[in-house]
C-alpha cells in the first residue's frame, strides 16, 4: 500500500486508541470514586416523597382506613364510570372490569371456541386480577380517566366493592374496608397460583 494512504490511517488509528484510552480512564476514575455525584437536583424530604408513595401491596400494606358498601359503589358508579365502562361493567368502550372464565390465556387452546361463546368478555379485572387490593389501588391512582386521583379513600373502598359484586365475589349488602378488602379471594389467584407467589412486603 503507498504510503500517501498509510499514514493518515496511521494516524487515524493513534488518535481512536488516544480518545479510547482517556475515555476509558473516566469511566474508571468515576467508578472508583463512590462519592461521584452529578450535583443535579436536590433531595427530596420524606413529606415530600409521601404524597407520591401510594402504592398498596398485596399484603394490605399501605391500604389507607376507611370502607365503602357496595350499595354507594352503584351510585359512584353511575356519576363517574357508566359512561365509559358500560352499565353493567362489560360493554366497554373502555376496559371490561366484569368477567368471566370464558377465556384467559394465549395459549388455551380452545381459545377460539371461547371467544365465540363470550364475545366481549375476554380479560376483565374480575376473572384476571389477582388481588383485589390492586383494584384499590388503580382506582384510587388512575379512574375516572378524566379525573386521577379525585375520589376519597371511601369512595374508592366502595367502587372496589361494586366491581367485586359486579364480579360475584362479594354479596350486594356487604361494606368493604381495609381490613374485608383481604379477604376477597380472586379467581385470577387461584388460575395461577404458581405465576402469583406469596409476597411479603
Ligand atoms: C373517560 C373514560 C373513563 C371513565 C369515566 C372511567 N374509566 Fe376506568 N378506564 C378507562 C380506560 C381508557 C381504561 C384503560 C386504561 C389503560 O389501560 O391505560 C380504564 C381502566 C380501568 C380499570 C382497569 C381495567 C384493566 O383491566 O386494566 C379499572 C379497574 C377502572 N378503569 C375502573 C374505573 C372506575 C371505578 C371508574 C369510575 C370511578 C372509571 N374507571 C372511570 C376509562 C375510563
Known amino acids: ?8 490511517r496511521c494516524l487515524k488509528f493513534m488518535l481512536s486508541c488516544l480518545l479510547l ?21 436536590v433531595a427530596l424530604s420524606p413529606s415530600e416523597v ?5 402504592t398498596i401491596f398485596p399484603s394490605g400494606k399501605n391500604l389507607p382506613e376507611g370502607k365503602g358498601s357496595v350499595k354507594q359503589g352503584e351510585g359512584l358508579y353511575q356519576n363517574h364510570c357508566m359512561m365509559c ?43 384476571l386480577w389477582p ?21 376519597s379513600n371511601d369512595e374508592v ?12 365475589l362479594l ?3 356487604s361494606v368493604l374496608n381495609e381490613e374485608t378488602i383481604l379477604d376477597i379471594s380472586m379467581p385470577g389467584k387461584q388460575r395461577s397460583v404458581s405465576a402469583w407467589p406469596e409476597i411479603e412486603l
Open 157 to 168: 373502598y366502595a367502587l372496589t366493592a361494586y366491581i367485586l359484586y359486579l364480579n360475584d
Open 85 to 127: 365502562h358500560g352499565e353493567e361493567g362489560d360493554e366497554g368502550p373502555a376496559a371490561r372490569l366484569k368477567g368471566s372464565d370464558g377465556w384467559f390465556s394465549f395459549s388455551d387452546p380452545l381459545r377460539v371456541l371461547r371467544i365465540d361463546k363470550y364475545p366481549i368478555l375476554l380479560i376483565s379485572v374480575g376473572s
Open 50 to 54: 409521601s404524597p407520591y408513595e401510594i
Open 1 to 8: 500500500m503507498p504510503s500517501r494512504f498509510l499514514y493518515p
Open 131 to 151: 388481588y383485589a387490593t390492586s383494584i384499590f389501588d388503580y382506582i384510587r391512582r388512575a379512574m375516572p380517566h378524566y379525573a386521577p386521583k379525585s375520589l
Open 171 to 173: 354479596a350486594k349488602e
Open 21 to 41: 484510552v482517556t475515555a476509558l480512564g473516566q469511566v474508571a476514575a468515576y467508578a472508583d470514586d463512590a462519592t461521584y455525584t452529578t450535583d443535579l437536583g
